[in-house]
């Protein structure tokens, strides 16, 4: 029998969510009070669900596709093949801003982001990249920082900014 | 009704206080220029521009809110017909014919049959949903729990089953929205569900971190993935903004047409802009006087649309400010907003909070008498974000983006659920699955629990509350056929 394999794992990982949510939903208290529902039951709907949604994904996997799914191939959706390099970028920069944020600030991992993105986007001035993300990044910490009163960390720059931010 | 237009003075006089008017152009200017970015649509618009509005009152939030919006949807189609990149599902039937008039050298005339038309849309609309909206909470006052708690497994049905192209997708991502929606504190009996131990996630998840994963790192994700290095064509502004006599004459009716259909798809919980967009265009197609002329890019194929978008958009006004139910992405980041302030839309939302719902509607008629004016003459300026290189552009959205998500709690666990989301938002666009009924579940999931135990409470934990009520039993038996009926005629046709 000729399936998808893509949609098949998808479908699976519908139905395991729904299993995975049920389980965790039998360590919930079933007590609700005057509603008789207690904190149980919305979760157990949804876990019914999720594992009807993923059998009924599944099953259309495995008798020649999804319904009216999106084309496999790029082309016909008006896209290039996989640049998996952008993805890695992209995903490299947000990474980057998770752990730079609380270390070295703000700004600076705005700008890491902003250059991480940029390349994965396909550009390769690197120097150009990140002074326009340290620009940006400078820009909006003193708006927030100074005008909004919204504090942002200073990080590593700390001594240059002059005691603004945390 | 003269009590309507008595309210709406007041909202006027509450609307054009120099400061309220300040923050409506702030957000007009400021929807305009973010939805003309490709790649943004308006719930994005929103859910990025949300912390600019902190040190504001509710009512100058709210206001700023509204004209971020409206401005993003008319910046949006700016994008649409030069660049024929649909920032959302509602734009695609104005790039229909949009994006080949200004092939043509039209792009003029095309845009200001948007612009105006939006205008002219937009203001029938307001006036209905100024009409509308206290008949409709006349109505909503007299619903209970029971009531409330069908009106949203409609909207659950709408926005997941009814639209989109397939009804398995669309639920399933109306259930990963619940099951987001279940995380952290239980409202009722103050229990922890799905927290994990993580104290961030306590609060439960916030709407916004979900639309800017799925909207701005999933879309930068995907984008850079598979069309980061396509050449784009940009076309050109040359020529007449204006429109000739003949435009006029073929683009009023079409607007005038296009309100009719926008308007009750959007006022009823029914959700989504798609479908009356891509009706206006049938049917003007089909009423057209220049059948040859479509596809080569006929003036009425952008009007109507365009006009639709707009109407169906303000519509969905009616059901967020009067029962607290949002139909679109957009607007179930709007409700979020709503609740920052801790003011939940509903019935009572008219009678407590007064000044804050009139000055809003009267908002409303300012804003796009704003965008009228900021979008036709600076039109050239509009063009000149176009030419960002899409590097920087894609860079410089998901640094504003991420600032949106972050600074709602300087939390860095934000941050790591934002990345999630993003890569579950890749995956969704790539396979097809619609995002707009996960945004949607999130959001309205919670209050549609909270509804039902308050009903349950009252019945003394009778589930038969549901359906021996009138109303709610009718709102439930058309929810339930409407999720039925099309799973049955396929199954009858095959065999």
Redesign the interface.
């Known amino acids: 029998m000729r399936y998808k394999r893509a949609e098949l794992i998808l479908s699976l990982a519908i139905l395991f969510l729904g299993i995975a949510v049920a389980i965790g939903t039998s360590q919930l208290s079933s007590a609700g009070g005057y509603a008789r529902i207690g904190p149980n039951v919305a979760p157990m709907i949804i876990s019914g669900g999720l594992i009807l949604l993923g059998a009924w994904l599944s099953y259309e996997a495995l008798s020649g596709g999804w319904r009216n799914a999106v084309p496999d191939d790029p082309e016909a959706r008006g896209e290039h093949p996989i640049q998996a390099s952008a993805f890695v970028w992209v995903s490299a920069g947000l990474i980057a801003q998770i752990f730079l944020i609380h270390s070295a600030g703000f700004v600076l991992a705005q700008a890491a982001l902003f250059l991480c993105v940029a390349r994965g986007f396909g550009s390769v001035k690197f120097v150009r990249d990140f002074a326009i993300g340290l620009v940006l990044g400078l820009g909006v910490f003193l708006f927030f920082v100074k005008f909004l009163n919204v504090n942002l960390p200073a990080g590593w720059l700390q001594p240059l900014l002059g005691g603004a931010g945390i | 009704m003269t009590e309507a237009f008595g309210s709406l003075l007041h909202g006027f006089s509450i609307a054009l206080t120099p400061f309220n008017l300040l923050w409506g152009f702030l957000g007009v200017t400021l929807g305009t220029f973010i939805g003309v970015l490709p790649g943004v649509g308006p719930a994005l618009t929103v859910a990025m521009l949300m912390?600019?509005t902190?040190?504001l009152d509710a009512t100058g939030a709210l206001i700023m809110f509204a004209g971020i919006y409206y401005g993003a949807m008319y910046g949006g189609s700016t994008t649409t017909i030069l660049l024929n990149t649909p920032g959302e599902s509602a734009s695609i039937a104005t790039a229909l014919e949009g994006n080949l008039m200004a092939k043509n050298g039209r792009a003029g005339p095309a845009l200001a049959t948007c612009a105006i038309g939006s205008f002219v849309a937009g203001t029938i609309a307001t006036i209905l949903v100024t009409l509308l909206a206290p008949v409709v909470v006349e109505v909503a006052l007299k619903f209970g729990p029971a009531e409330y708690f069908a009106l949203m497994i409609f909207a659950f049905t709408t926005v997941s089953a009814v639209i989109g192209?397939?009804t398995?997708?669309g639920?399933?991502s109306l259930?990963?929205g619940?099951?987001l929606g279940?995380v952290g504190i239980?409202s009722?009996?103050g229990?922890s569900?799905?927290a994990f131990g993580v104290p961030e996630l306590l609060d439960g998840i916030d709407v916004v971190v979900l639309a800017v994963g799925l909207f701005a790192?999933g879309e930068?994700?995907y984008v850079?993935?598979?069309?980061?290095?396509?050449e784009e064509k940009l076309e050109q502004l040359k020529g007449s903004l204006w429109m000739s006599k003949k435009d006029w004459q073929r683009s009023w009716p079409a607007w005038l047409r296009a309100t009719a259909i926008g308007f009750p798809f959007g006022s009823i919980p029914a959700g989504g802009a798609e479908i009356p967009t891509f009706l206006s265009y049938a049917t003007e197609k089909k009423l057209t006087k220049y059948p040859h002329e479509f596809g080569h890019g006929a003036i009425e194929g952008v009007a109507g649309p365009e006009a639709a978008n707009n109407a169906s958009v303000t519509g969905a006004l009616v059901p967020l400010l009067t029962l607290g139910i949002p139909t679109s992405a957009t607007a179930a980041v709007l409700l979020s907003a709503f609740q920052n302030y801790g003011i939940q839309p509903g019935p009572l939302l008219f009678q407590m909070q007064g000044d804050l719902v009139w000055g809003l509607l009267a908002s409303l008629y300012i804003g796009n008498v704003l965008l009228l004016i900021l979008n036709l003459p600076l039109v050239g300026m509009w063009v000149k974000v176009l030419m960002i290189?899409?590097?920087?552009l894609?860079?410089?959205i998901?640094?504003?983006a991420?600032?949106g998500a972050?600074?709602l709690h300087?939390s860095?666990v934000d941050?790591?659920i934002?990345?999630i989301f993003?890569l579950l938002g890749?995956?969704m666009r790539?396979?097809?699955i619609p995002v707009a009924p996960a945004v949607i579940g999130l959001i309205l999931?919670p209050l549609a629990?909270t509804q039902?135990?308050?009903a349950?409470?009252i019945s003394?934990?009778s589930a038969a509350v549901f359906v021996t009520q009138p109303i709610s039993a009718s709102i439930l038996a058309v929810s339930f056929l409407l999720l039925i009926v099309p799973l049955i005629v396929k199954l009858v046709r095959r065999h």
Do not use: C, M, N
């Open positions: 912390p600019l902190i040190k192209s397939s398995a997708r639920l399933t259930f990963i619940l099951l279940v239980d009722q009996t229990r569900r799905f790192v930068a994700l850079g993935a598979y069309a980061s290095r396509l290189p899409r590097p920087l894609y860079a410089g998901l640094v504003f991420t600032l972050y600074s300087q860095v941050l790591v934002l990345y993003g890749f995956v790539r396979w097809g999931g629990e039902a135990r308050r349950l409470a003394q934990g």
